[in-house]
């Protein structure tokens, strides 16, 4: 099982595969992915870099719930 | 009964072509492969009157709408034509997509239900508990139906049958929503005759499609007009074939888009020109090697305005798979017209005119741009159909020769019948037998330029936002003056970016702003490329104290706003400076961008400087 440090990380590495010149601060759980500084389709482009490394699919509807990095955290493990 | 005036007669007769149909590419795992479920022309149909029979067991009418928020496409085109084969109207609705910002989402699903007078509500199983709550909210929302249950529905049991549905062309077949969120949704008629009509155009005379040979490629969203009308129903017209991705397999990985059509033989696609941006963006040299794009005839692009340059870029990336630069077919639409309004020439690359920014701004008039001074590129649109007609219109409806500049109207049989009951608006939009489109633009030879735009719309990746829904956002943030928030739009790289300004008495503007785009992101999914926040009274408003949002943007793009507010302007000196000031900042302005004269805006400054308005903090 992942934990939510190496699932930050991951997420970091996304961001910057899909756009380098983003800044991205400390995050914990409780951040929000609206806080992140990316647009609606940056954050799908991002959330398509993760399923492509973990290689799992994160159905629509979780999707539409997810708030924080907690939230994503427990839905990758609920997937893998 | 004339053949091909209605959708129901396209959906019908387009079962002789048995041997073609839509494939469907399905997100059905827990990875992120797609499965293939293809569906024959002689199947839809099929499927279609099935549905169609069980809709009407269940007490729909002739008419009554049926509101539909259905992500997958397979689902959604099912329904939706057993819907129409039902003499049912469909509302399509944009599902659930955003993260987090659910409370926004039914509040203006609410007021789309609301609106269209929906019957009931059909949806998945998995939406229908973020959708739950609408039931209570809208009146006249009788029931939530399940699309499982549509689909598994005991037909022996239904004993319905479709013989009594008579439906002429001039019968509203759905209604079309705005894709962003607006806080006064209009639904746009779109008849039998309406989709016909269109459907033909951009077949026959835009396309020049071949049923045969041609096969479409799509991930766009099917409750969009471009998705729908272009992708879905249009092909029925002379039966072309079409392959679906869900539109979220591309947003997260867009390279999907040209392997789809390299995989599938793909002769046709659309997008929005940010999806060229993103198409262009990520795809590696090792993917361009396996993609074979010389089949592609057609690279459609419309639904936002589209940058000559994101264009090159992509021609000139996609080259080495075989690319054909005359495929890129820039295109111009909107719901209105039902959808297409005017194509592009297929027989030849993209064109586009380079004119003087000068003369455009303070003539209104399109003059080719010599080797000195600054020029606006602009793509061409290319003509309109047969049995159609687009000019342009001057402030006082007069029609407008070549070269000049004003509003672009259209009229012919692809035009609404209105929006729902909404007649006061049907007025505005229909004025004198023309469609007003709201957009900007001239012709230069018998081909169309859109170049700015009437209204205050905000289109961003190809949604479309009213300036006051985010307006309302903001101010409820505290420490932002009510009543005193702008947005609007300039055109960035690929595609529209919101700029919101407004006032308020905070010190610490800096933390406020980051605390507005925050806002705007939580709320509306929206991210803002800059908010500019001004002490009390500096932003522009009419003498009877409404806001001037085209007025705030040239003073945002010439760099003078918020600096008139602050100061007392007496002396000549200071004009002068200011002038200046206007003056150089006309030369380091955002391109693309068209703002009013320079005259104009010394005016507007002159104004604004005795304004007492101003003056005050």
């Given at each position: 099982m ?11 590495e996304?961001?910057r ?22 647009d ?9 870099v ?31 | ?17 048995s ?11 827990k990875?992120?492969a ?91 199983k ?9 039931m209570?909210?809208v ?23 479709l ?6 062309s ?58 729908l009308?272009?992708?879905?129903i ?6 072309v074939?079409v392959?679906f991705?869900?539109?979220l397999a ?9 392997e789809?059509?390299s ?18 963006k ?11 794009l ?12 589209i ?12 080259a ?5 630069p ?16 005017a194509?592009?020439d ?12 000068e ?10 741009a ?8 602009l793509?061409?649109?290319g003509?309109s159909?047969?049995?159609?007609e ?13 070269g000049?500049?004003g509003?672009?109207?259209?009229r ?9 009951q ?6 505005a939009l ?19 330029y ?12 190809g ?5 006051q ?5 903001v101010?409820?943030?505290?420490g ?32 406020l ?27 522009p ?6 806001l001037?949002?085209?007025k ?5 793009e ?27 900042s ?10 009013g ?12 400087v ?8």
């Open positions: 992942r934990t939510e440090e190496e699932i930050i990380k991951l997420f970091k996304a961001v595969e899909v756009d380098h010149n983003v800044k991205l601060g400390e995050m914990t759980a409780k951040t929000e992915l609206s806080a992140v500084g990316l609606s389709v940056m954050t799908m482009e991002v959330i398509g993760m399923e492509e490394k973990l290689n799992v699919r994160f159905p629509d509807e979780d999707l539409a719930t997810l708030k924080n990095m907690g939230d994503l955290t427990t839905l990758i493990r609920k997937l893998s | 009964m004339a053949k091909d005036s209605t959708l129901i007669e396209l959906i019908q007769g387009v079962a002789e072509h041997s073609r149909g839509y494939t469907f590419l399905n997100n059905d795992g990875t992120t797609l499965t293939e479920h293809y569906w024959s022309f002689p199947e839809l149909r099929k499927e279609a009157e099935r549905r169609a029979r069980y809709f009407r067991s269940l007490g729909l009418e002739k008419g009554d709408r049926l509101a539909m928020i259905v992500p997958e496409g397979e689902d959604f085109v099912l329904n939706f034509f057993g819907a129409v084969m039902a003499g049912v109207v469909p509302v399509p609705m944009y599902p659930p997509l955003a993260l987090g910002k659910l409370d926004s989402y039914i509040d203006s699903a609410a007021r789309v239900l609301t609106s269209s007078g929906a019957k009931m509500l059909l949806t998945t998995q939406v229908s508990p973020i959708v739950w709550s609408l209570g909210r009146a006249g929302l009788k029931d939530l139906l399940l699309t499982e249950k549509v689909r598994d529905h005991d037909s022996s049991k239904v004993t319905t049958n013989d009594d549905i008579h439906i002429t001039a019968d509203p077949c759905f209604l079309q929503f705005t894709s962003g969120s607006t806080s006064d949704p209009k639904g746009v008629i779109v008849t039998h005759g309406n989709l016909c009509a269109n459907a033909k155009a951009i077949m026959i005379d835009g396309l020049k499609s071949n049923g045969e040979v041609d096969k479409g490629v799509s991930w766009l969203p099917l409750y969009h007009d471009m998705g009308i272009g992708f879905v249009a092909p029925l017209f002379n039966g074939p392959v991705l869900p539109t591309f947003v997260k990985r867009p390279g999907i888009w040209m789809t059509v995989k599938y033989g793909g002769t046709i696609t659309f997008a929005p020109n940010f999806a060229f941006g993103l198409a262009t990520r795809v590696t040299e090792t993917v361009k090697k396996s993609l074979k010389s089949q592609l005839r057609v690279l459609g692009c419309g639904a936002e305005p940058n000559a340059k994101t264009m090159r870029t992509f021609v000139e990336t996609f080495p798979c075989g690319f054909n005359n495929a890129l077919m820039p295109c111009y639409g909107m719901a209105e017209a039902t959808l297409a309004i194509f592009d297929l027989s030849r690359p993209m064109t586009s005119v380079r004119i003087d920014r003369t455009y701004e303070s003539e209104k008039v399109a003059k080719l010599g080797e000195t001074g600054e020029a606006i590129e793509v061409s649109v003509q159909f047969a049995g159609h687009v000019a342009i219109q001057g402030p006082g409806g007069e029609l407008l020769k070549n000049e500049v509003e672009i109207v259209f012919g049989p692809s035009v609404t019948a209105g929006y729902f909404n007649e006061e608006a049907t007025r229909l004025e004198g037998g023309w469609l007003h489109t709201g957009d900007l633009g001239f012709q230069l030879d018998g081909e169309l859109i170049s700015g735009r009437k209204k205050d719309l905000i289109i961003l990746n949604r479309n936002y009213y300036p829904a985010i307006e309302w956002e101010e409820q943030i505290e932002i003056r009510k009543g005193n928030a702008v947005a609007f739009a300039i055109l960035g790289e690929n595609t529209e970016e919101l700029v919101v300004v407004a006032e308020t008495k905070v010190q610490d503007k800096a933390t702003a980051e605390v507005v785009k925050r806002h705007l992101q939580t709320t509306l999914g929206l991210s803002a490329k800059e908010v500019v926040l001004v002490g009390s009274g500096a932003l408003k009419t003498s009877s104290g409404k001037q949002r085209q705030t943007k040239h003073q945002y010439s760099g003078e706003l918020g600096r008139l507010g602050n100061r007392t302007l007496g002396s000549t000196s200071t004009k002068v400076a200011l002038f200046r000031h206007i003056t150089m006309a030369f380091a302005r955002i391109r693309h961008t068209i703002r004269s320079l005259p104009e805006r010394a005016r507007r400054l002159a104004s604004a005795r304004s007492p308005r101003q003056v005050t903090r």
